[in-house]
């Protein structure tokens, strides 16, 4: 019997496999692989995650949700790099991981459709520890796994009109600290910004409370929607995450940020802290008084 449901689909597959083959012949490779596959299955369990498939070096699961997915992805990371054990020739083994959130079709205990399609097309363009997300899984991240994310790319995917937006989870703490350039609460004043108000063509929006992010482009689903030959169909987003307030560029062509001090910032594909007041453009240096210029005040 059939069944049609929105899941988080990942593949992850050890690198280099072949090579270890060569290396250890073939029964060593093949335990090298296997406890591979054993922590991948493992760290897939621990996050809710039903594994479909393996496939030798390969594993195939299902998440209910995209935290879960990052979060299993990321742990099989850690896993396999804190493993002593799993070194070739002075070089640590590593695997790869893409993932796609969007319907499938379960079916005698396995899973069909276009998003699993995706889902291995991210696995493809991964690179030996990395993982590789798309679009669709990062808007449906929390806020907190969303600010460590950065988009690194575009590629065509066979069956889809357009190029889909290549994301990369930044799943090692060091890499994802330097992409949260922060706010800091003050020790003195316990001050933490509790908003963020932002002002485009007279309309207002704020901010924080419930709502944690906005996201500005050219796509008629953001919450700015700016027109214009260097602005992107999702250009970036605003975020409260952590006390920080951040502003994370996923364009093509970047960000410009000028604070009320007049100082100049440009952000492609990273982060960049908001503080006081100032002014966002999409792509180009924005001009406070032009009626189209996005404005922004975070308030405490």
């Known amino acids: 019997m059939s069944n049609e449901t929105e899941v988080a689909v990942v593949f992850a597959d050890v690198v280099g496999s ?4 060569e290396v250890l012949g073939d029964l060593k490779a093949r335990d090298m692989v296997v406890a591979c596959v054993d922590i991948m299955r493992a760290a897939t369990e621990r996050n809710r995650g039903s594994v479909i498939k393996t496939i030798g070096d ?3 699961a299902i998440f209910p949700t995209a935290d879960d997915a990052v ?3 990321s742990e099989m990371q850690q896993d396999i790099g804190a493993r002593p054990s799993l070194s070739v020739q002075g070089q640590h083994v590593a695997i790869r991981i893409g993932c796609h959130f969007g319907p499938v079709v379960l079916e005698n205990r396995d899973i069909f459709g276009a998003s699993v399609h995706t889902a291995n097309r ?3 363009q991964a690179k030996a520890g990395q993982v590789i997300l798309t679009a669709e899984t990062v808007e449906r991240l929390s806020a907190e796994w969303r600010v460590a994310t950065r988009q690194i790319d575009v590629t065509p995917v066979r ?3 357009e190029e889909m937006e290549l994301f990369e989870l930044l799943w090692q703490q060091e890499d994802a600290t330097s992409m949260l350039p922060s706010i800091e609460i003050d020790a003195r004043t316990g001050h933490r910004p509790q908003r963020v108000r932002l002002n485009y063509r007279g309309r207002d929006m704020v901010l924080g409370d419930r709502r944690e992010s906005l996201t500005m482009g050219r796509a008629d689903e953001n919450d700015v929607v700016a027109q214009g030959p260097l602005i992107s169909r999702i250009h970036a987003r605003i975020e409260i995450a952590r006390n920080k307030v951040m502003l994370v560029d996923q364009s093509t062509n970047g960000t410009f940020v000028v604070g009320e001090d007049g100082k100049e910032s440009f952000v492609r594909r990273d982060s960049h802290p908001l503080t006081g007041q100032g002014t966002i453009g999409l792509g180009k240096l924005p001009d406070a008084a032009a009626p189209d210029a996005i404005k922004y005040r975070v308030e405490e």
């Open 58 to 60: 390969e594993i195939l």
């Open 18 to 21: 072949t090579r270890l083959y």
């Open 122 to 124: 991210m696995t493809s």
């Open 159 to 161: 069956g889809r009109a």
């Open 71 to 73: 979060n299993a992805a």
